[in-house]
C-alpha cells in the first residue's frame, strides 16, 4: 500500500517522465549532431555503432559550468539507448517505493543477454562518467555496468 506521500511522488515523477521520454530521441539526436558525427539519426537504431565516437567526443571534456547537466543528461539518454537496443529492454519510471531507485527513470525489462530483473540508471551513470578524471571512458563504463548486471 502506497502512502499519500508516495502516490503523488509517482504522479509527478510520471508527468515528468513522459516529457522527457518524448524528447529523448529528437535530444539524442541534436546531442549527436552537435558532437559532429553523421548521421545523427542512426543512432536510434544503432548505439552500439556511435559508442567509439562518443566515446572520443566525451574522453576530455571539462565542463565548467551549468552546461553539466544538459550533457549528463544526453550521455543519460545515450546510455539508456545503448542497454535498451542491446538487450531488447525498455525505459520505466521505477515506481516499488522499497527500490532505491524510487521514482528514478530506469532501463530494464531485458529481454535477452540478461537477467529478467536487472536494470541500470543512466543518468546516475552518466553522473559517474562525468565525475571521473580525465581522460575518461565511456566504453569501459558501459562494460563495467554489464558486467554488473550480468
Same mark, same amino acid.
Given at each position: 500500500?502506497?502512502?499519500? *506521500?508516495?502516490?503523488? !511522488?509517482? @504522479?509527478?515523477? =510520471?508527468?515528468?517522465?513522459?516529457?522527457?521520454?518524448?524528447?529523448?530521441?529528437? /535530444?539524442? $539526436?541534436?546531442? $549527436?549532431? !552537435?558532437?559532429?558525427?553523421?548521421? @545523427?539519426? *542512426?543512432?536510434?537504431?544503432?548505439?552500439?555503432?556511435?559508442?567509439?565516437?562518443?566515446? @572520443?567526443?566525451?574522453?576530455?571534456?571539462?565542463?565548467?559550468?551549468?552546461?553539466?547537466?544538459? $550533457?549528463?543528461?544526453?550521455?543519460?539518454?545515450?546510455?539508456?539507448?545503448? +542497454?535498451?537496443? =542491446?538487450?531488447?529492454?525498455?525505459?520505466?519510471?521505477?515506481? !516499488?517505493?522499497?527500490?532505491?531507485?524510487?521514482?528514478?527513470?530506469? $532501463?530494464?525489462?531485458?529481454?535477452?543477454?540478461?537477467?529478467?530483473?536487472?536494470?541500470?540508471?543512466?543518468?546516475?551513470?552518466?553522473? /559517474? +562518467?562525468?565525475?571521473?578524471?580525465?581522460?575518461?571512458?565511456? @566504453?569501459?563504463?558501459?562494460?563495467?555496468?554489464?558486467?554488473?548486471?550480468?
Amino acid at each position: 500500500m502506497l502512502t499519500k *506521500e508516495q502516490e503523488l !511522488r509517482i @504522479a509527478e515523477s =510520471q508527468a515528468a517522465f513522459d516529457a522527457y521520454y518524448d524528447e529523448l530521441g529528437s /535530444a539524442l $539526436v541534436n546531442f $549527436v549532431e !552537435r558532437l559532429g558525427i553523421q548521421p @545523427a539519426h *542512426e543512432v536510434l537504431s544503432s548505439a552500439a555503432e556511435y559508442l567509439p565516437y562518443i566515446d @572520443a567526443a566525451m574522453r576530455t571534456i571539462v565542463i565548467r559550468d551549468e552546461s553539466w547537466q544538459w $550533457v549528463k543528461t544526453m550521455l543519460g539518454y545515450f546510455i539508456g539507448e545503448y +542497454f535498451v537496443q =542491446q538487450y531488447a529492454g525498455c525505459w520505466y519510471l521505477e515506481t !516499488r517505493p522499497e527500490s532505491p531507485h524510487f521514482c528514478r527513470y530506469m $532501463v530494464g525489462g531485458f529481454e535477452h543477454g540478461l537477467p529478467l530483473d536487472a536494470a541500470i540508471d543512466p543518468d546516475d551513470a552518466a553522473l /559517474a +562518467f562525468l565525475s571521473g578524471p580525465v581522460p575518461r571512458e565511456l @566504453a569501459k563504463l558501459i562494460e563495467e555496468r554489464q558486467g554488473q548486471l550480468a
